[in-house]
Nanobody, 122 residues
Framework: QVHLVESGGGLVQAGGSLRLSCAAS????????MGWFRQAPGKEREFVAI????????YSADSVKDRFTISRDNAKNTVYLQMISLKPEDTAVYYC???????????????WGQGTQVTVSS
């Protein structure tokens, strides 16, 4: 059974920081590209960041690239999202997702976590 479990969300003041974690089980993380997404109430799911299977390449969305950093530790089967200078607009449920590395030509992901709530107060 494959499980992706996010943690680290919570309530923070604007300008604060959070570090989200995504612990994977039932798969070898080194065989998967890993992504972070977020969704606010009434809005579409939004891409946040991606790290390729080896961790050698990473990309963040323009809306967060100066503030959010994705990283991974394949030995621990864990992916992270470090968030700084948080804004109220960052309030959303954050999800991690896994995509088999040979499916780089498709935007669809194979597995999703249950999400963790991030709330930024003004």
């Amino acid at each position: 059974q494959v499980h992706l479990v996010e943690s680290g969300g919570g309530l923070v003041q604007a300008g604060g920081s959070l570090r989200l974690s995504c612990a994977a089980s039932g798969l070898a993380l080194r065989s998967y590209d890993m992504g972070w997404f977020r969704q606010a109430p009434g809005k579409e799911r939004e891409f946040v960041a991606i790290s390729n299977w080896s961790g050698e390449r990473a990309y963040s969305a323009d809306s967060v690239k100066d503030r959010f950093t994705i990283s991974r530790d394949n030995a621990k089967n864990t992916v992270y999202l470090q968030m700084i200078s948080l804004k109220p607009e960052d309030t959303a449920v954050y999800y991690c997702a896994a995509r088999y590395k040979l499916k780089y030509n498709t935007p669809e992901y194979d597995f999703w976590g249950q999400g963790t709530q991030v709330t930024v107060s003004s």
